[in-house]
């Protein structure tokens, strides 16, 4: 599995062999250490970062990205009996019906009175209030990336897989994946799935020129 962040972390994890959970409800598969399944989606989510981290500066090129991020891939003992699957039908249809529970017992919580209940709030109330914490070490989910693409094709969107890891123990050896510069494959398949995402015709250059506005392809949300 593979998990994008800052050099800065990187480098304390690579040490320390430990990562730091993201928390919150506004994350979407809750509290826990995440995961992508690709290699290719962690690099996405480093160019997000990198390139909100400099809005207002055209001059950073995607090349020098690795001087401020970097790809880690960590071995994950993950057993299926114990990954709460939002893929799978009964699991997501138990979802399903305590998130319309939750929205309909809303203005009876203090909490989430004034409060949108988002994924990440859901999940964190089966894993912290319903035992599903004793049951599994993580959730995974699929997510659907729709696209602009007027292709006639039941494959019109991306499919990003995603793992949260809730038992840290289940994380085992942590190196560090990416060297020290962008490989061509990654340039090429993000200028693909830029392509087809936001439908435009246009390419964002080579590895050696790609700017992150030289077109629309960039605007991710």
């Known amino acids: 599995m593979y998990h994008g962040t800052s050099v800065e972390f990187g480098k304390k994890i690579l040490i320390e062999q430990k990562m730091r959970p993201s928390r919150g409800d506004d994350q979407w598969l809750g509290d826990g250490q995440y995961f992508f399944r690709n290699d290719f989606y962690a690099f996405r989510w480093i160019v997000i970062k990198y390139t909100e981290g400099f809005k207002n500066n055209n001059t950073k090129k995607i090349e020098l990205i690795y001087d401020h991020y970097m790809i880690l891939k960590a071995d994950i003992n993950l057993n299926p009996d114990r990954v709460y699957s939002l893929y799978d039908p009964i699991a997501h249809a138990n979802y399903m019906n305590l998130l319309d529970l939750l929205q309909e017992k809303q203005e009876y919580s203090e909490k989430y009175k004034n409060k949108e209940i988002v994924d990440g ?89 790609i700017n992150y506005k030289t077109t629309h392809a960039y605007k991710y949300k």
């Open 121 to 209: 709030v859901v999940i964190n109330i089966l894993f912290t209030r319903m035992g599903y914490g004793k049951r599994y070490d993580a959730v995974e989910a699929m997510f659907n990336i729709s696209t602009r693409s007027k292709r006639k094709t039941r494959f019109n969107s991306f499919s990003e897989y995603q793992v949260c890891i809730k038992n840290s123990d289940i994380i085992k050896r942590i190196v560090k994946f990416n060297n020290e510069n962008v490989p061509e494959q990654y340039i090429k398949t993000l200028n693909d799935y830029n392509i087809i995402k936001f439908g435009n015709t246009r390419g964002v250059g080579n590895a050696r020129a």
